[in-house]
């Protein structure tokens, strides 16, 4: 497996370009798996279904199956986050896992930026940060610049800066 990171402010546009990337990526006949970071308390159960009910009832782990997909839920009831290498153990193998957020961590990263947004750039500050995707160009930028909307570009970008990984 490889990976890559999409890292910006809240804002930047990292969803809808990952929204856009992966249909690309897929059609290049590569599996590609994502990671989302998540900062507050989420989650994807809802209360009255039967899983709920059971992490409520204290169950550490439930597993839900049917014919078209399944999902592993964790509770992690006081434990530390898992951090990234920890996640990316629990994935099948894949070409490509693509890793939104987690932008603290050192795999590599495309920062995706947006100069309306007012935050500061993760670059230079970052050097796990290889290439830049924004809305418009970055004056005195070192690094490789992308055009937010050039989705074949950031995709190419993407399979040539992504790094093996386990």
């Known amino acids: ?10 804002g930047a546009g990292k969803t809808t370009l990952l ?25 994807v159960d809802q209360p009255g279904k039967d899983s709920w009910e059971h992490r409520q009832a204290g169950a550490q782990e439930v597993l839900v199956a049917s014919a078209n997909r399944w999902a592993l839920l964790h ?30 961590g050192g795999q590599p990263k495309l920062e995706v930026f947006r100069t309306a947004n007012g935050k500061p750039m993760l670059h230079p500050d970052d050097q796990s940060v290889v290439a830049v995707a924004s809305d418009a160009p ?6 490789p610049w992308l055009q937010l909307d050039d989705i ?15």
Do not use: C, Y
């Open 1 to 10: 497996m490889r990976v890559i990171g999409l890292a910006g402010w809240s």
């Open 19 to 43: 929204r856009r990337l992966i249909p690309v990526l897929v059609g290049k006949g590569l599996r590609v798996s994502t990671i989302k970071h998540a900062h507050h308390a989420f989650d």
């Open 75 to 104: 509770e992690l009831r006081g434990d530390a986050e898992p951090d990234l290498a920890d996640l990316l153990m629990r994935l099948s193998p894949v070409d490509l896992v693509l890793i939104e957020g987690f932008k603290r």
């Open 138 to 143: 970055v004056l005195g930028l070192a690094l």
């Open 152 to 166: 074949e570009g950031i995709a190419e970008a993407v399979q040539v800066h992504a790094v093996p990984v386990g």
